[in-house]
Nanobody
C-alpha cells in the first residue's frame, strides 16, 4: 500500500479557511476513490469527504457536519487531492488524513483492510 503525505494544516480562528493537500508517489489518484478523514483527541476517526473520479469532476460526498463548508477536489496533473475548508469551526479541530475511500449508506469510510495511514496534518480552530 502506498502511504499518502498530507500538508496544509495550521491554526486559524473560527470563520477562517485552510486548504489541505495530499500526494502519494506511485499512486494515481485519478484511478481511485479518495477521501479525507479526521480524528480529534479522544474520538474515533471519521470520514469527512470523498471523491469518485469521473467526468465533470466526478462525484463528491460529504459528512453532514461539513456540507456547504468543505470542498474536495483533485488535480490529476499534479496527482494531488485537496480539501478546501471554509467557515471553520472549533469542532473542526482534528488531525486530517487522506486515504482510499468508499461511501456506504451515505457515510464516507476508508476501504476495508487499509492500514497505510500517513502522518496527517493538524488543523486547529480557535473560537
Amino acid at each position: 500500500q502506498v502511504q499518502p503525505v498530507e500538508s496544509g494544516g495550521g491554526s486559524v480562528q473560527a470563520g477562517g479557511s485552510l486548504r489541505l493537500s495530499c500526494t502519494a508517489s506511485g499512486y494515481s489518484f485519478d484511478s481511485y476513490r479518495m477521501g479525507w478523514f479526521r480524528q480529534a483527541p479522544g474520538k474515533e476517526r471519521e470520514g469527512v469527504a470523498a471523491l469518485y473520479p469521473g467526468g465533470g469532476g466526478g462525484m463528491t460526498y460529504y459528512a453532514d457536519s461539513v456540507k456547504g463548508r468543505f470542498t474536495i477536489s483533485q488535480d490529476n496533473r499534479k496527482n494531488t487531492l485537496y480539501l478546501q475548508m471554509n467557515s471553520l469551526k472549533p469542532e473542526d479541530t482534528a488531525m486530517y488524513y487522506c486515504a482510499p475511500a468508499r461511501v456506504s449508506a451515505g457515510v464516507v469510510r476508508v476501504i476495508p483492510g487499509y492500514s497505510s495511514w500517513g502522518q496527517g496534518t493538524q488543523v486547529t480552530v480557535s473560537a
